[in-house]
């Protein structure tokens, strides 16, 4: 039975991806696990994984064409079968409709559902290329038409909410109860997708040109734009003394091992992962009516690539120990690098972290990355007397902002958690402990 | 065979949890091996579910053949041997581990048979390197005791010992009314002998619906078996040919003799012995703690089933071992876990027991505004034909949009009917729904939908 491949959802903002290249080709012979094509998403560049084996039997969207996710892009013929299906093996409407029309941006609005698994076509094995994720597509649809539980319908109905316009994540892209839930959340707060961070970026080169922006800079472009209009914005900044931080990079890094490669980020990231646990209204969202405290810490690093910017998630920073932090955000440093993430390496932040503090930027205030509700801005560490004991001596100070939303976080919360940051650093052995 | 490359995923323990998540892992392409020192089946195949399911049946049946005067049917000479009750419950599980090896051999999963350790990239058998990029932990657990209820295996037994005891005792006294407890009350019961459940809590079951409790303890009234609730275990005085066990109420602390104690108080993580610290892998009181895809806080380290608690059930080790597998294979997204409000329950003495989703007690506490029915069997046309007139259907709903949140069953065969409360769950099916379905009529699972009726005060039959 031939096998349907469909652009998978690999961010949670995904719309559709672009093919950039394939690497096999109609006639080639497919083993489980081997790269299929390159696909550029909103977020980066990341490999199409096959699930099953066969032979490539037919590309559907050709190299710089994008699709919706969930579309076809190509087919596969199971081992042994010929490898270009003729109409009675299924090459159906789908199909059809895409050989007069390559499936474009401009795809049937109801595309990436009709394209769910529960839909495809009888006699057609189905399976989800890599993987298969909460669907946001925003398509307008026909409500009569949408699958959705009871009970969320009975909800969207008292809330006068629109069925058409929300995501379903059920099984075969089914609405339930809390996708109408996050629905109504998003009319009155944020979009719950989370997304691009806030740091200041090099400007692309070409002057006097008008240059396309790249997908990542596009996403970025409009999240940040909504963040700034929506969520009211306030700042708090701290100095902190990293002579003791200093001397315990040095140290750990002596010893090799799990803390080869330590860096100053690493050092921050825990601080901030146990500082949100001492002042949790920072690690938390807007939400509506609602203020959502969040039981992970998972702090995004804010990570110049080269056509933007990404926020790869370092996970549990809270209960982690350093050394799993390391290792952590190395692998992650790794695939930033080489612009190929795992599917889960971009989601579920619930803090952001933007570090120049290896550009001479003594501090700045970063814009927040919504839905979270704060984000910390971290400045040079920077030689400078101070004045301790009533001495001047030599330091090593380094400036941290936080940006916070003041729906729900007030100044003195802020200052609570920089008291907690500032402590942490400064006295930093319970980094390891 | 060492090294890295050696598969995608090794299992450690072929229990519920484990060798389904094998299976759907060979399903979905990756190079998978389990790990196992006992044989396949784990608690639920070889000490657990099946085998003691296999007794509880002959225990219904001889009640069953005992009761039937009343209905015409006469029989002379009934007696149990229950050496060949034993025997066949044996014969059940050894066909069941055979079962499972030949599924291995299907998917070709490579089995391993030997104690699996945590190692760097991958797991150590027996001195064996496996190598893996994935490490599934499904170790299961063991019975728990009590200090001074040392398991003795004459006179001091856990479930485990019981299970393969080929002798009746005259007399019982079970400490812990939770499912084991309560099965193994019907089981020495219906055989004859004279048997006593002291359980702490106010109520048998404590963890389900407080109806249900009380509703069992009624119908071990009828049966004649004693049930202390309330009652804490004390101490236990000699060993020689019985012994006694002594328990605090409120009213006091008494000593209660019996040929045999049974002790059913709970298990506990077989978390030992895996390499968890060296791994990094978090553990809280034995239980490993994982996010809601199964992962632990070891990279590349995945745990489900009785090792991370709490639900302690067979069908949730396996609904939990798709979900770690399908995380790794990319087919699973962040955060889509177990809902353990859609998992049920079930118990198998007689009347059966079943629920899923909240209890009563457990909604309200969660601000729920509730509307709950509950339809007695003895109203059934079919139980009343049947025989089976003991319980009652519970069905608690929200009330302003009918979402079931709970449904809790007692009575016979409702281990059956609870599946389709479970599909209500799982497609978020409203009271609505539930009353517009059409049920067979004379059945038992009409109690459903009648309960669902009275919840919105509309009950037909009562």
Not at chain 1, 345 to 355: C, E, M, R, V
């Amino acid at each position: 039975m031939p096998v349907d491949v469909t652009m998978p959802k690999l961010s949670d903002t995904m719309e559709e991806g672009k093919i950039l290249k394939w690497l096999k080709h109609p006639g080639e012979r497919v083993a489980i696990g081997e790269i299929i094509a390159e696909v550029e998403t909103d977020k980066a560049n990341m490999e199409l994984e096959a699930y099953d084996e066969g032979t490539l039997a037919e590309v559907r969207v050709r190299e710089g064409e994008s699709a919706p996710v969930g579309a076809v892009i190509a087919v596969l013929a199971a081992p042994g079968e010929g490898a270009a299906p003729g109409p009675a093996a299924g090459a159906g409407k789908a199909a059809a409709a895409a050989e007069k029309a390559p499936p474009v941006a401009k795809a049937p609005p109801a595309a990436p559902r009709a394209a769910a698994p529960a839909k495809a076509e009888p006699g057609r094995a189905f399976r989800p290329t890599v993987v298969r994720r909460p669907e946001p597509a925003e398509s307008p649809g026909d409500a009569a038409s949408v699958k959705a539980s009871p009970l969320a319908r009975r909800i969207a109905h008292d809330q006068g909410l629109d069925l058409a316009r929300v995501a379903g994540t059920g099984p075969g892209g089914r609405i339930v109860q809390k996708d109408v839930e996050a629905a109504l959340a998003a009319r009155g707060g944020p979009s719950p997708a989370p997304a691009k961070p806030a740091a200041p970026l090099e400007p692309r080169p070409a002057a006097g040109n008008r240059v396309d922006l790249s997908r990542i800079r596009r996403t970025t472009a409009k999240r940040m734009g909504e963040s700034k209009r929506e969520i009211p914005h306030f700042y708090a900044s701290a100095e902190i003394a990293m002579d003791e931080a200093a001397r315990l990079k040095e140290a750990l890094a002596a010893l090799e091992g799990e803390y080869a490669g330590l860096t100053y980020t690493h050092l921050v990231v825990k601080a901030v992962g146990l500082a949100l646990t001492r002042a949790p209204a920072l690690n938390a969202s807007y939400d509506g009516d609602a203020m959502v405290l969040h039981e992970a810490v998972n702090i995004g690093v804010a990570t110049a690539v080269e056509d933007g910017l990404v926020v790869p998630v370092v996970r549990h920073c809270d209960r982690e120990p350093l050394a799993a932090i390391v290792r952590q955000a190395r692998g992650l440093l790794e695939r930033a690098r080489s612009g190929r993430f795992a599917s889960d390496d971009l989601t579920g932040a619930t803090f952001t972290l933007s570090n120049l503090g290896m550009l001479p930027v003594t501090e700045f205030a970063a814009v927040i990355n919504p839905p979270q509700a704060a984000i910390l801005a971290v400045g040079t560490i920077r030689e400078t007397p101070v004045v301790r004991e009533g001495q001047i001596v030599p330091g090593r100070m380094m400036t941290v902002t936080v940006s916070c939303d003041h729906r729900i976080i007030d100044g003195v919360l802020a200052g609570r958690f920089l008291r907690e940051l500032k402590g942490l650093l400064e006295n930093p052995l319970a980094l390891v402990l | 065979m060492s090294g890295a490359g050696d598969y995608d995923l090794v299992v450690l323990g072929a229990g519920p949890g484990g060798y389904v998540a094998a299976i759907r892992a060979a399903q979905l392409g990756l190079r998978t091996a389990v790990v196992e020192r006992d044989r396949p089946g784990g608690v639920c195949g070889n000490w657990g579910c099946i085998p003691s399911k296999a007794i509880l049946a002959d225990a219904a049946l001889f009640a069953e053949m005992r009761g039937g005067a009343r209905r015409g049917i006469l029989a002379d000479n009934l007696r149990v041997d229950y050496a060949r009750v034993i025997a066949r419950s044996r014969e059940v599980a050894d066909r069941q581990a055979k079962g499972v090896e030949f599924l291995f051999k299907k998917n070709g999963i490579a089995y391993h048979h030997g104690a699996g350790r945590l190692e760097r990239g991958g797991v150590a058998v027996d001195g064996e390197r496996l190598g893996a990029r994935f490490v599934l932990l499904a170790s299961g657990s063991r019975e728990q005791t009590l200090p001074g209820l040392e398991i003795d295996g004459e006179v001091v037994l856990t479930s485990r010992e019981a299970l393969e005891r080929p002798l009746l005792p005259a007399s019982v006294v079970i400490v812990g009314g939770g499912a084991v407890g309560v099965e193994f009350a019907y089981i020495y019961a219906t055989f004859g002998a004279k048997v006593t459940v002291v359980e702490m809590a106010e109520t048998l079951l404590p963890g389900m619906d407080a109806d249900l409790g009380r509703e069992l303890a009624r119908a071990f009234a009828r049966q004649g078996i004693d049930v202390l609730t309330g009652h804490r275990y004390q101490s236990l005085v000699g060993r020689e040919r019985g012994a006694g066990v002594t328990v605090a109420g409120a009213d006091g602390s008494r000593t209660l003799e019996a040929a045999l104690v049974l002790v059913a108080v709970g298990r506990a993580p077989l978390s030992e012995d895996l390499g968890l610290d060296e791994a990094g892998v978090r553990t809280e009181k034995g239980f490993v703690v994982v996010d809601a895809n199964m992962r632990t806080s070891a990279e590349g380290v995945y745990a489900i089933g009785d090792l991370v608690g709490p639900l302690l059930l067979a069908h949730a080790a396996s609904a939990q071992g798709m979900v770690a597998v399908e995380t790794m294979a990319a087919r699973r997204a962040e955060g889509q876990g177990l809902d353990p409000t859609r998992v049920p329950a079930c118990i198998y003495c007689m009347p059966e027991v079943a629920a899923v989703g909240l209890a009563e007690a457990d909604a309200r506490a969660r601000g729920h505004e509730l509307r709950v029915g509950k339809f007695p069997f003895r109203a059934l046309g079919k139980a009343m034909a049947s025989g089976h007139t003991d319980g009652f259907v519970k069905v608690v709903s929200e009330a302003r949009r009918g979402e079931i949140l709970g449904v809790h069953m007692i009575g016979a065969g409702v281990t059956e009917l609870i599946a389709e409360a479970g599909l209500a769950r799982t497609l978020e099916a409203t009271a609505e729904e539930l009353v517009a379905t059409v049920h067979a009529h004379p059945t038992m699972a009409e109690a459903l939908r009648e309960a669902t009726l009275v919840a919105r005060g509309e009950g037909i039959n009562i």
